[in-house]
């Protein structure tokens, strides 16, 4: 079964920095992006940050110069740097891929449970 697996998270003060984790296991022909997305209190998830097959990366207005994503390809891990953290960065932060179970199958979007950043002095 295919599923992602978050971690890293925690209390930060403003200003510090934090690296989630994420890895995809189960089986999948194929995955595709990979990314963060966050959802804060009271608010709608929306995206962090993504990074595609060919390793091109992208980002909200609000994770750029801060925030970093990369990706191992071969142990299907994504990660997520986060520097100078803002207190309205606080939020839960879900990972997520793109994945095809088989050639003939649909893509899908596959989440990991969540991990909470609380960023606050």
């Known amino acids: 079964q295919a599923q992602l697996v978050e971690s890293g998270g925690g209390l930060v003060q403003p200003g510090g920095s934090l690296t989630l984790s994420c890895v995809f296991t189960?089986?999948?022909?194929?995955?595709?992006?990979m990314g963060w997305f966050r959802q804060p209190p009271g608010m709608q998830r929306q995206l962090v940050a993504r990074i595609s097959r060919e390793g091109v990366s992208n980002y909200a207005v609000s994770a750029k110069g801060r925030f970093t994503i990369s990706r191992h390809f071969v142990e299907n891990r994504t990660y997520l740097q986060m520097n100078n953290l803002k207190p309205e960065d606080t939020a839960v932060y879900y990972c997520?891929?793109?994945?095809?179970?088989?050639?003939?199958?649909?893509?899908?979007?596959?989440w990991g449970p969540g991990t909470q950043v609380t960023v606050s002095s």
């Open positions: 189960g089986s999948a022909f194929e995955i595709a992006d």
């Open positions: 997520n891929a793109a994945i095809r179970s088989h050639s003939w199958d649909s893509w899908r979007d596959v």
